[in-house]
């Protein structure tokens, strides 16, 4: 990995600590301010949604389209996407995962 500073970074009087991660409105970051940490913590608490979706689904049966659509875009999607805009332009695979795991499920060729 990169090495990390040798500066001493003061604030007043006071020496700051250097740490291997940082939560900031919701983001976690890690020293080197990539997101991964975040997409990780975010893709965990959407699967975590889509399971309470698909319970949801198991319970009414015979939902259509529009409505699966509607709760995933309600409960699973502002969780996943959260501070999206500010990842850039990689790829994260467990947002993915989270995101084929919502289509098989409502296609009916998901893993058991």
């Given at each position: 990995?990169?090495?990390r ?5 003061m ?15 919701g ?21 975590r949604?889509?399971g ?13 389209y ?30 993915s ?16």
């Amino acid at each position: 990995g990169a090495k990390r500073s040798t500066y001493d970074f003061m604030f007043g009087n006071m020496k700051l600590e250097y740490t291997s991660s940082y939560k900031y409105l919701g983001l976690h970051l890690d020293e080197h301010l990539t997101f991964a940490p975040s997409t990780t913590i975010l893709a965990d608490a959407a699967g975590r949604a889509l399971g309470g979706v698909l319970a949801k689904v198991k319970v009414l049966k015979d939902l259509g389209y529009q409505t699966y659509s509607t709760l995933y875009d309600a409960c699973v999607c502002p969780v996943l996407d959260y501070a999206a805009g500010v990842w850039g332009f990689k790829n994260y695979d467990k947002c993915s995962v989270i995101q084929n795991r919502a289509i098989r499920c409502f296609l009916g060729v998901h893993r058991f």
